[in-house]
């Protein structure tokens, strides 16, 4: 007898799973119908002893310290700001555009004023901005959306960006200094020993029983539980009654080289050539020694694991469908990537999982973590709030 049946093991089933037994002393199954935890988020040792990630490169960043610091009870961490560049007229530029990327690829010497003033000339005036191109567009105009953005979107969601939601482009600024980080969080870290063994500290529980390479369809009728939290795509549940909601896939080429270093950085873009969207080289990530150096091409399809929920109008419209239907049964908790179609970080995942469960249990994991801004301190040179005592298990 189970409090709980969890379905997925990735970010939002474990972080579930995770509050509920050991928080709430509750008696938890967790099924993945993979053959290993982590869910997207998984990492291992390839067959060269290259800690790579199956499923595509995986930055942790956030804003929230609450987040960061119920995290941190499970691993420790290693500082890593990510950086990316585009292969863009045969130069690798960095990506968001900065004053670098214009000033290299036009051959010019903008000063940043300079720069704003010129974006501000070529961005094309628009009443609304509603999509991905429009955003792009009015920011810093045709040329250079054409050169870093169109091919790379149409690669990557088989369709133009005029078609997207603006969440979808706006996810990268656009910047009139020479900061080349990805991301401009305040926490931007890697787990020091990777994500899989945080997982493995998270789940390290006696009320907590994994059961791997099992789909829920199979086995739902053979056990006795109370309340269910789904974490698999919506419309699966639910046998596409409405329709099928479409997830973006990609097929990921693993291959490792025997060079100690390919690219410049951990994550080169091609918008305009090659079927690949991005190569990612693991070791600058995880800061591993190696002689050789491993590798990921992503080739976006539409067959294979849901990855991305696709933000466009009508497949919002047929998600509410699918989210009226959630809201008849009350035993039954969607959450996560797929679970609520949207298209969220591993942070806003992890912030999600702990809202539902202040709502199963009536405890505010995210309110206990807060601290007040005057208690932060700096360790290893990032601010880390200050907790009571966070445990680190590993
Ligand atoms: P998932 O990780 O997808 O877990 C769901 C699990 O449910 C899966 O393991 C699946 O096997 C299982 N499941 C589904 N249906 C069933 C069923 N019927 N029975 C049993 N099990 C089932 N986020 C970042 O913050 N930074 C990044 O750099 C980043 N990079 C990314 C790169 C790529 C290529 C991708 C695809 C995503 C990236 N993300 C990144 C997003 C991140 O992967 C997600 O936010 C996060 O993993 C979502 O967690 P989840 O638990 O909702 O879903
Ligand atoms: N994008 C782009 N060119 C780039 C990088 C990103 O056009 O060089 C667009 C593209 O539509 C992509 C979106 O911005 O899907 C979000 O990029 P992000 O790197 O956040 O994608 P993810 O890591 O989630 O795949």
Redesign the pocket.
């Known amino acids: 007898m189970f409090d709980y049946v969890i379905?997925?093991?990735?970010?939002?089933?474990s972080v579930l799973a995770e509050r509920l037994a050991s928080q709430s002393g509750k008696k938890v199954l967790l099924?993945?119908?993979?053959n290993h935890i982590g869910?997207?988020?998984y990492d291992f040792y390839n067959e060269d002893g290259i800690l790579i990630h199956k499923?595509?490169?995986?930055?942790?960043?956030t804003n929230s310290a609450e987040v960061f610091n119920y995290l941190s009870q499970f691993t420790k961490w290693r500082e890593y700001e990510h950086r990316v560049l585009a292969s863009v007229d045969d130069k690798l530029l960095p990506i968001p555009i900065n004053l670098d990327t214009v000033n290299k690829l036009y051959n010019r010497n903008f000063t940043s004023e300079e720069l704003a003033k010129y974006f501000e000339e070529v961005g094309e005036k628009k009443d609304e901005i509603r999509t991905s191109e429009d955003v792009v567009v009015s920011q810093i105009g045709r040329d250079l959306y054409e050169k870093f953005f169109r091919g790379y979107t149409r690669k990557q969601w088989d369709c133009d960006p005029s078609e997207l939601d603006k969440m979808v482009t706006s996810r990268i600024p656009t910047r009139t200094n020479q900061d080349d980080r990805y991301f401009t969080d305040e926490f931007q870290f890697m787990p020091l020993l990777g994500y899989t063994r945080m997982f493995e500290n998270m789940l390290n529980h006696p009320n907590i029983h994994i059961m791997l390479n099992?789909?829920?369809?199979d086995v739902k009728d053979f056990f006795d539980y109370d309340q269910v939290i789904y974490?698999?795509?919506v419309d699966?549940y639910f046998d596409y009654c409405y329709g099928k909601l479409p997830y973006r896939s990609?097929c990921f080429e693993h291959t490792t080289l025997d060079m100690p270093q390919l690219q410049p950085v951990a994550v080169v873009n091609y918008p305009n050539s090659e079927n690949f969207t991005r190569i990612t080289e693991y070791k600058h990530l995880t800061g591993q020694e190696h002689t050789k150096t491993s590798i990921t091409y992503?080739y976006p399809c539409w067959d294979g694991d849901p990855?991305?929920p696709v933000p466009k109008p009508e497949n919002a419209e047929l998600y509410q469908k699918y989210k009226a239907m959630t809201e008849l049964l009350p035993n039954v908790h969607f959450?996560?990537?797929?679970?609520t179609y949207k298209y969220?970080?591993?942070?806003?995942?992890v912030a999600q999982a702990l809202t539902l469960y202040k709502k199963l249990s009536g405890i505010d994991t995210l309110r206990d973590l807060a601290v007040p801004k005057a208690n932060k301190t700096k360790v290893n040179g990032s601010a880390v709030p200050k907790i009571g005592s966070p445990v680190f298990k590993g």
């Open positions: 379905v997925g093991a990735g970010f939002a089933g099924l993945d119908k993979r869910g997207n988020a499923y595509g490169p995986h930055i942790f960043h099992t789909n829920f369809a974490t698999g795509p699966e990609l992503e990855y991305y959450v996560g990537r797929l679970g969220y970080n591993m942070d806003q995942v």
